[in-house]
């Protein structure tokens, strides 16, 4: 990096080590300039990106809009099939959402102005469209785990409206809306399954108006991931007994579609050898909050070069663990996405975990009629075995063998604190990220942390770095990023002094 030469005079009083040297001082003024006006630059540049891409995603729209009217105004006939983007986008790439519910009257007294809906907070997603007939997996189906407690990003997630509704982006996508988007080019709406509580159902159906009925599975209870995952597949199964199915979180955000699309298409092609398969992020830092994924041997298949066997799974380090792992370079991070045939999984269920592979086989065999489901899951469901799949089955499988890991390049975040999600948000040089309407958050020498002006009140800070607040109608959060991953210890006590209702 060059800095700009001054030929001022330096400072009286300072002396030089030799007649044309400028004092150490005076040169690291300048280079702190430098630095200060770089990172600004830096800044405007990411921002002009961010709209241009904007501005490209609903030019592609209106010309994708002009070749479905074909002059007998079937506005939609095409897309509803393939593209499952139906919301109108406006024209102007500078319009943003002044908050992230997409669904304001889920929150009491909640102020918030209309949003506009773009095509996808997230990546290339507007573009995958028109690759349909290329990127289409025969015999895979999507399935989309919808759960969670909304005690991570609380008060701003709620029991009744977790985060995976909502857009914390301000580009009108909800993370279940781009997870869909995402994954829609590799399955079609015939083949994308959504794992649901009763609490959600509605505002699913609200936010995803292609996803079918049948395709819609609701668990009674809360079970884990492996309960959930293991009912998709047991139901799947019935339908299609060759089915390779993956499973991807409702609520993670992902950049560099080209290169998760291509991921996944890997990881069917390892299914299909009989494997369990997971996807694994290379990590950007030594990570705390994830888990880890040990790489082994490749396993040389000619249609999945860069798969490897799973040598180990490891829990979430401590810090100096995270940085021992990722020195190694044979470590990657742990998101939580399988790919398998729906037979091997069961399969695996019934020897590791027999009886909850039996409870979920009960249940599948008369999913199909109404009467009959609901009595099973009344007197299934309960009994279950409430367990993660990583400690049910890939954890044990690992160790036989049985487990492979395609390595992948795509940027991911679970969204699991406020400071994850603050790393996501766009902001100013030595300024708070804000989450919604910015004209109500005024700061004075206040850098980092992130704001969520939900209440319509105006938040002013003086002097605090690195804080968040979270100021809804009902509730106000403040702590520092540092430990917004405690956040769930405040639900906990909220819960026990009497506040259900505020959760």
Not at 265 to 286: F, M, N
Not at 447 to 456: E, L, R, T
């Amino acid at each position: 990096m060059s800095f700009p030469y001054s030929s001022a005079a330096p400072p009286a009083g300072q002396v030089s080590s030799s007649e044309n040297a400028l004092p150490v001082e005076y040169m690291f003024t300048q280079i702190m300039s430098a630095v200060q006006k770089s990172q600004a630059e830096i800044s405007d540049l990411r921002q002009e990106c961010a709209d241009l891409r904007l501005a490209n995603a609903s030019l592609e729209r209106q010309i994708r809009e002009g070749f479905q009217q074909n002059g007998n105004g079937n506005y939609y006939a095409s897309s509803r099939i393939g593209s499952g983007f139906v919301t109108p986008v406006p024209g102007s790439p500078q319009l943003r959402a002044k908050s992230p519910f997409l669904s304001p009257h889920s929150i009491p007294s909640l102020v918030t102005t209309p949003t506009s809906h773009f095509p996808s907070p997230l990546g290339d997603n507007a573009v995958t469209p028109f690759q349909l007939g290329v990127r289409d997996i025969p015999g895979f189906y999507v399935v989309i785990p919808a759960g969670g407690a909304g005690t991570r990003l609380w008060p701003l997630s709620r029991e009744e409206h977790p985060k995976f509704l909502l857009d914390l982006t301000l580009k009108g996508r909800s993370l279940i809306q781009a997870t869909w988007d995402r994954l829609l080019p590799l399955s079609s709406p015939l083949r994308t399954t959504v794992v649901a509580g009763p609490g959600h159902v509605k505002s699913i159906r609200e936010q995803l108006p292609d996803l079918l009925a049948h395709n819609l599975i609701c668990e009674p209870g809360p079970k884990d991931s492996m309960a959930a995952i293991g009912l998709a597949a047991a139901v799947l199964a019935k339908r299609d007994s060759n089915a390779v199915i993956g499973s991807f979180a409702a609520d993670h955000m992902i950049s560099g579609d080209d290169a998760f699309l291509s991921a996944v298409a890997e990881a069917v092609e390892v299914a299909k050898k009989d494997y369990l398969v997971t996807i694994g992020i290379a990590p950007s830092h030594p990570s705390t909050g994830f888990g880890y994924i040990r790489l082994g041997n490749k396993l040389g298949i000619k249609e999945a070069p860069n798969a490897r066997l799973v040598s180990s799974f490891k829990e979430k380090p401590d810090a100096r663990t995270a940085a021992a792992y990722i020195g190694t370079g044979n470590y990657r991070w742990n998101a939580g996405m399988f790919v398998t045939k729906a037979t091997v999984l069961l399969d695996l269920l019934k020897e590791y975990k027999p009886e909850l592979h039996d409870g979920l086989q009960k249940i599948a065999a008369v999913w199909h009629d109404e009467a009959l489901r609901q009595t099973a899951l009344n007197e299934i469901w309960p009994e279950l075995e409430k367990i993660p799949i990583d400690n049910a089955v890939a954890e044990p499988a690992a160790a036989e063998g049985k487990v492979a890991v395609v390595p992948a390049t795509f940027g991911w975040d679970d969204v699991g604190d406020f400071s994850s999600l603050a790393d996501l948000l766009p902001a100013e040089s030595n300024q708070p990220r804000v989450l919604g309407d910015s004209s109500l958050v005024l700061t004075e020498q206040v850098a980092g942390g992130i704001v969520v002006p939900g209440s319509g009140r105006l938040i002013t800070c003086l002097g605090v770095d690195d804080l968040v607040i979270v100021d809804m109608p009902d509730t106000l959060l403040v702590t520092t990023r540092a430990r917004s991953q405690e956040v769930k210890r405040l639900v906990k006590k909220c819960r026990d002094a009497g506040w259900k209702q505020l959760l």
